[in-house]
């Protein structure tokens, strides 16, 4: 079965620093991976997505931005953070039409 | 575009009512629907998947159905406890392009002893 590893738990960082949040995938092999955020009280949006080593998607001009160096490590970062990236950051996995997608545990970022 | 509304948007009931979330979406192309569970600061837990070509799936006290030609799911839960308070979504993925789902924004469900 799926597996995702995200890290860490939680984050506290200052304004204008790097970020690298990092996601891994057991269980399966070149799966789609996608980055969402969840704003409190908000619907989850979707960042980020990829379909394969090196391919990227953004959905969001933001200050952040997304790698796949290897077919199951997908990470998340910014080269200085604003106020606006706090949130909870999901990374999600879906193998294929007729399979489930699976979400990691989550990364709450805050920035101060 | 798609788009996803679940309703109601919260809900509070006493133990043991049996429940209904509603999921509707606007694109009835669709290869499948997922029903997810969120605990606080938690990330999702799926709870059923229903292919297009499905009219319902069961796990335990769950159940879900979809009517693709309208462009509705429901969830039902049986005999609510406790522990099934938390937020429910329901989230779609379209045929065509990339497989990326859309999300509800969830329904915040309390099951009050």
């Known amino acids: 079965s799926q597996t995702i590893h995200q890290w860490p738990a939680t984050l506290v960082q200052p304004v204008g620093s790097p970020l690298s949040l990092e996601c891994t995938v057991e269980g399966t092999s070149n799966p789609n991976l996608y980055w969402y955020r969840q704003a409190a009280g908000r619907g989850l949006q979707l960042l980020f997505y990829?379909?394969?080593?090196?391919?990227i998607s953004s959905e969001v001009p933001q200050n952040l931005s997304a790698s796949r160096p290897q077919d199951r490590q997908f990470i998340l970062s910014s080269k200085k953070l604003l106020l606006s990236d706090s949130g909870f950051y999901l990374c999600?996995?879906?193998?294929?039409?007729?399979?489930?997608?699976?979400f990691g545990q989550g990364t709450r970022l805050t920035v101060v | 575009k798609q788009e996803v509304t679940q309703i109601p948007a919260a809900l509070s009931v006493p133990e043991g009512e049996n429940l209904v979330l509603n999921c509707s979406f606007t694109?009835?192309?669709?290869?499948?629907l997922q029903w997810f569970r969120q605990d606080p600061g938690k990330g999702l837990t799926s709870l059923l998947l229903?292919?297009?070509?499905?009219r319902e799936q069961t796990s335990g006290r769950l159940n879900a159905s979809l009517d693709k030609s309208s462009g509705r799911s429901t969830l039902y839960i049986a005999a609510s406890q406790p522990g099934d308070s938390a937020t429910y979504l329901c989230a779609v993925i379209r045929t065509g392009g990339s497989y990326i789902p859309t999300f509800g924004r969830g329904t915040s469900l309390i099951v009050h002893p």
């Open positions: 229903i292919q297009s070509s499905q």
């Open positions: 999600a996995c879906y193998a294929g039409r007729n399979t489930e997608a699976f």
């Open positions: 990829s379909v394969g080593i090196g391919q």
């Open positions: 694109d009835s192309a669709i290869y499948n």
